[in-house]
C-alpha cells in the first residue's frame, strides 16, 4: 500500500462516489450505479477487504470472475457493472484512496473466448457509420479513421504508425513500415511491412483531410502522422476512443437498442462511451472487415496477406462465414465438366 494514500472504506467510497455523481448524471443513472456498486461492496465485506487502499489489480480480477461465473451475467450486464467500477475507482484515485491506474486494469468485457470471436462489427452496420460520417463530418479524423480502419482491417497500432509519406494518393495505396526506435512498431515486426491498396472514395476522403483539416503536427521524431491531432501523432487510446464513440447506435442511428434515454444516459458522453454495451473497439471493426471481405469472394490467401494473419488465425479466429457460406463460395469456383 501507498504511503500516499489515506484509508477509506468501501461503503464510504461509494456514498462519495454517488455524491459526487449526483450532480452530473440522471436520477435513474444514479440508481443504475449504486445497484452496480452495491454488489462490489458486499463482495468487498465478504472478502475482507475493509479498505480501498488494499484493493490490487488481482482482487479486480476475483471479483470480476465471481460476477462472470457465479453469478452468470450476460456480456452486456458484465460490461455495464465494469464500467461502472472503471468509474468509480477512477473517482477513488482522485481522492488518494486507490492506487492511481487501477481503473485501467479493468478490460472490458469479453466474458468467453467465444464472445470474443463473435463480436464484430457488421457490414450494414459500418455503412452505416460511415454514412453518418460522410455527412456530418466529413474528412474529419474521425472520419479518416474510421473509414480505414474497416476498408484495410489494419491494427490499430498499424493505422496510428502511419506517416503522412506512406500515403501514397497517386498509386491509391498505404505503406506499413516497422519503426520500433520511433515508437511505431508493426505487430509481426518486418514481416508485417506491405502496401496496402486503397479504392477511390477512401483515398478522397484521406485527401480532403490532409489538404483541409489535418492539424500538420509532427511527432518527438520530427515526423508527420497521418493521422494527427493539435497534439501530435493520435494515440492508441484516442483511436479506441473514436472506435466506441462511433460504434454507438445513438450517435450514426438516433437509437438505443438498450431502451435508455439517449440524451440522459450515462454513456453519451463521449469520455464514457466505452461503457456503452453496443460499443465497440478497434479489433471488432478489424474482424468485420476481414469477414466481409471473405464474404465478398476475396481470396482466403489475399485477405491473409491484405490483413497481416496467417491463414490459421484467420480461420480461427477471423473467418465468421457460416459452413454454407463457405461451400457455396467453394462451389462458384468447381468447373462446370
Known amino acids: 500500500m501507498s504511503a500516499n494514500l489515506d484509508p477509506l472504506n468501501p461503503t464510504t467510497a461509494k456514498k462519495m462516489y454517488l455524491d459526487e455523481r449526483s450532480h452530473e448524471v440522471a436520477e435513474a443513472t444514479l440508481q443504475s450505479h449504486a445497484y452496480r456498486l452495491k454488489q462490489f461492496v458486499q463482495w468487498c465485506e465478504q472478502d475482507g477487504i475493509d479498505n480501498m487502499n488494499d484493493l490490487s489489480g488481482r482482487d479486480i480480477h476475483r471479483f470480476r470472475v465471481k460476477r462472470r461465473n457465479e453469478d452468470e451475467l450476460a456480456t452486456a450486464s458484465m460490461k455495464s457493472q465494469l ?21 485501467e486494469r479493468i478490460i472490458l ?6 464472445d470474443a470471436r463473435e463480436v464484430l462489427l457488421p457490414k450494414d452496420q459500418a455503412d452505416e457509420i460511415l454514412a453518418y460520417l460522410e455527412r456530418f463530418q466529413y474528412a474529419t479524423l474521425e472520419h ?20 503522412n509519406r506512406d500515403y501514397d494518393p497517386d498509386e491509391q495505396y498505404l505503406r506499413l513500415v516497422h519503426r ?20 477511390s472514395p477512401i483515398c478522397d476522403i484521406l485527401d480532403d483531410w490532409l489538404s483541409i483539416k489535418h492539424p500538420g503536427k509532427v511527432d ?14 493520435l494515440s492508441r487510446n484516442r ?3 473514436i472506435a466506441y464513440q462511433f460504434t454507438r447506435p445513438c450517435v450514426y442511428e438516433n437509437k438505443c437498442p438498450h431502451d435508455r434515454d439517449i440524451e440522459t444516459c450515462e454513456y453519451r458522453p463521449t469520455e464514457y462511451a466505452y461503457g456503452c454495451p453496443s460499443a465497440l473497439s478497434p479489433h471488432p471493426i478489424r474482424r468485420g472487415s ?13 485477405v491473409s496477406d491484405r490483413m497481416d494473419v496467417g491463414r490459421d488465425v484467420l480461420d480461427r479466429h477471423y473467418d465468421q462465414r457460416t459452413e454454407r457460406e463457405k461451400v457455396n463460395q467453394r462451389r462458384r469456383y468447381i468447373p462446370d465438366k
Open 83 to 103: 464500467a461502472t467500477l472503471r468509474l468509480f475507482l477512477r473517482f477513488c484515485a482522485s481522492i488518494d484512496a486507490v492506487e492511481p491506474g487501477l481503473d
Open 109 to 114: 468485457p469479453t466474458t468467453t473466448a467465444k
Open 144 to 163: 479518416a479513421l474510421i473509414g480505414v480502419l474497416w476498408h484495410t482491417g489494419l491494427r490499430v497500432g498499424a493505422a496510428v504508425g502511419l506517416d
Open 180 to 199: 520500433p526506435d520511433e515508437g511505431t512498431s508493426l505487430k509481426n515486426k518486418i514481416k508485417s511491412e506491405r502496401m496496402v491498396a486503397l479504392s
Open 220 to 233: 518527438e521524431f520530427d515526423r508527420t502522422p497521418l493521422f494527427a491531432t493539435s497534439r501530435g501523432r
Open 239 to 241: 483511436a479506441r476512443s
Open 290 to 302: 476481414i469477414t466481409y471481405h471473405l464474404q465478398s469472394d476475396t481470396p482466403e490467401r489475399v
